[in-house]
């Protein structure tokens, strides 16, 4: 969804012809893997989705003018999201090597404050968060939600037309479990796919030789329900209290395609977990054209993509399908002027709280695939596809309060899982990677401090909510100023750049 389309809506023939394009891309993608030389460095990079808030904390439909002065002082390196109160950061690929962590945290920090700069001269401010807990149900009905492009535009039409129903969000929240008060339920019918724009999420990108993907994927895959636990930052959906990460089934539901009928067919849903472990990265593209319908079926000429790039396809067709079937893993072929490569994009985690956070989350990531991606009987030959999804679903929504099944270890609390065994797994990563052993230590021990504390973005938000106004219901008066309260909070402790496992509650560090 990153390149601009010249529709909002297309024909059965372009349809037709899409389809016998991208099955023919396969083909040539299928004989690149084998003969051609990739780009092999094991780079590392991220991308940053972000909420636009005004000084009241109410969600800003500004980000048009917000990118305009971005694009004068960093051209390219930020674009515009769905929603209209949503602006990314693309921060470049680098090492890991060394010092490279840091060179992350110092790029998002700096990249950061332009951002902010943006907002504030359009009165208002950036937040890193998984969802804006102060959007209503009424600000996502209204039409004004969505950017004016008509990349949006078509794939909301899309959708919707294939749906041919609205839209239902419907989450039940999860037990409260340490923290005050009670949980919430939530169901509603959108005319559109506005929920989506909702769910802001960071992106890590890691870049590895073909015949390396599949163990990395694998081992994205096999540790996703630990990330998604620890990192939790999405527990007020439109100021619900519901999952710990309710961005992971907002989204799910918010761009699905199938009818109940279709669900109940077993007809895959395009925000996907999968469902087996892979031996290619071949594996992941086949299957996108045997499950999936086009959704975007723009013509090459049209969106001006060449057939080459340098030496490598361009695989137009693979390349646009892809990006409109959203696995939580996502295989990325990038056709490079010199050498084209490979690389995972894990999607899995929300944005923020802090830069620290961030890069903490970003080291874990890194330092787990590497040492798993290295055993010679790996965690995916004893752990099965099943159980890796249901450690998903249980982080999603219980996130620190989850216990998960793992190999050798048995079904464990997430946080025990994390101290104990994968915490030492991810430094000798790191190691392996040749990582500044100053830096393994600093980023590390925010991920201890946030499992052995039990406070991630999630816990912190339920907690500083139900000291606010503990016995609220959804969308009175009450919950709104304590949600507007609560994220004038979390934007001052953002801003401190403290890793979130150090916040108070109450507002004072």
């Known amino acids: 969804m990153g390149d601009a389309v010249s529709k909002d809506t297309y024909t059965p023939k372009q349809r037709t012809r899409f389809r016998e394009r991208l099955n ?25 989705e972000m909420n636009l808030v005004g000084d009241d904390m109410q969600p800003k439909r500004c980000n048009v003018g917000v990118l305009e002065k971005l694009e004068e002082t960093h051209p390219g390196e ?11 950061m693309n921060h470049p690929p680098l090492a890991i090597t060394g010092r490279g962590l840091e060179e992350l945290q110092e790029g998002l920090d700096e990249r950061l404050r332009a951002v902010q700069k943006a907002a504030k001269q359009l ?13 209503t149900t009424d600000f996502l009905s209204d039409p004004a939600w969505i950017t004016d492009e008509n990349r949006y535009k078509a794939l909301n039409n899309a959708i919707l037309e294939s749906r041919g129903e609205l839209v239902r969000i419907e989450l039940e929240g999860a037990l409260p479990g340490r923290v005050l008060g009670t949980v919430d339920s939530y169901r509603h019918d959108f005319e559109d796919i506005a929920p989506e724009s909702a769910c802001t999420s960071m992106q890590l990108h890691l870049q590895v030789a073909p015949n390396l993907f599949a163990n990395a994927w694998n081992a994205s895959q096999a540790i996703a329900g630990v990330q998604t636990a620890l990192s939790a930052n999405s527990p007020l959906f439109v100021g619900h209290k519901l999952w710990h990460e309710s961005r992971i089934p907002v989204f799910e539901q918010a761009i699905d395609t199938r009818t109940a009928e ?9 925000v996907w977990f999968g469902e087996r472990w892979i031996t290619s990265v071949f594996d992941l593209f086949e299957e996108n054209g045997r499950y999936f319908s086009p959704l975007l079926p723009e013509d090459r000429m049209e969106a001006g993509t060449p057939i080459m790039s340098g030496e490598s396809p361009g695989l137009h067709y693979m390349n646009l399908h892809n990006g409109t079937i959203w696995r939580w893993n996502r295989p990325i072929y990038d056709p490079n002027l010199e050498l084209s490569h490979i690389r995972v994009e894990n999607r899995l985690l929300p944005a923020g709280p802090t830069t620290a956070d961030i890069v903490a989350d970003a080291a874990f990531y890194y330092g787990l695939v590497k040492f798993l991606g290295t055993q010679n009987r790996p965690v995916w030959s004893r752990l099965s596809f099943e159980d890796a999804h249901s450690n998903f679903l249980a982080g999603a929504r219980e996130g620190l309060r989850a216990s998960m099944r ?32 100053e830096l393994i230590e600093t980023y590390l021990g925010i991920i201890e401090g946030r499992a052995r504390s039990g406070q991630n973005g999630a816990t912190w938000q339920l907690d500083a909510l139900n000291r606010l106004a503990p016995n609220s219901e959804p ?3 009450e919950r709104a100023e304590a949600l507007a309260t609560m994220m004038q909070r979390y934007i001052a402790h953002q801003s401190s750049g403290q890793p979130v496992h150090t916040w108070s509650v109450e507002g004072r560090d």
Request: net charge negative; hydrophobic share 40%; no cysteine.
């Open 123 to 135: 009165g208002s401010h950036a937040v890193m968060i998984g969802t804006l807990p102060t959007l």
């Open 475 to 477: 969308e009175s008066a």
């Open 24 to 48: 023919a891309e396969l083909e040539v993608f299928d004989k690149h893997l084998q003969n051609a030389d990739f780009i092999n460095q094991g780079t590392i990079g991220l991308e940053l």
């Open 78 to 88: 930020y674009q515009s999201e769905i929603g209209s109160f949503n602006v990314e």
């Open 262 to 270: 279709l669900v109940n067919q077993g007809v895959r849903p395009r």
């Open 406 to 437: 793992w190999p050798r270890v048995g079904t464990v609390p997430v946080r025990e899982l994390i101290t104990e065994h994968l915490l030492d797994q991810a430094r000798e990563g790191l190691e392996l990677l040749d990582v500044d052993s």
